[in-house]
């Protein structure tokens, strides 16, 4: 079995539930989920001029392999309504592989561990919570040791709804 840790978030519609559609759907064609981290409210990052996301980490157990995961992925944001007008665009859900095992993978179509991690609260923020100790085999820093490096200055808060 593979291990690999998900990032799904959204900011339109009723969030909440793309995130909980998401999570079921993720737990029915990728794997059984382990582990999750609670939600998160953030800013948008990049298009800063949106409504603000809600995010969530899940660790999840595979029998897939990585581009399986992928497709797996971009097939559910399909099903829950994504439209990729633009980068950093406004989606009902998007599903990012951030970490699968201790591999590291650079194709075009598929970065693993996803090249941003280190950049992102509202990626580290809920990552920490899960797998603090997670050694990051590119940065070979743990995931705690890069949150409290990180100088994102984007809000990442608790949701509470």
Known sequence: MNTCFLLIGGNLGDRLNYLTKAAQLIGLNIGRIIDFSPI?????????????????????????SADNVLQKALSIELELG?????????????????????DIINQPHLAIPHPRIAERKFVLTPLNIIAPTYLH?????????????CIDSLDVKKYIP
């Open 40 to 64: 998160y409210e953030t800013e948008a990052w990049g298009n800063t001029e949106q409504a603000p996301f809600l995010n969530q980490v899940l660790k999840v157990q595979t029998a897939l």
């Open 82 to 102: 994504r439209i990729r007008n633009e980068k950093y665009g406004a989606r009902t859900i998007d599903i990012d592989i951030l970490l699968y095992n201790n």
């Open 137 to 149: 085999p590119v940065h070979l820093k743990t995931v705690e040791q890069l949150y409290y490096e």
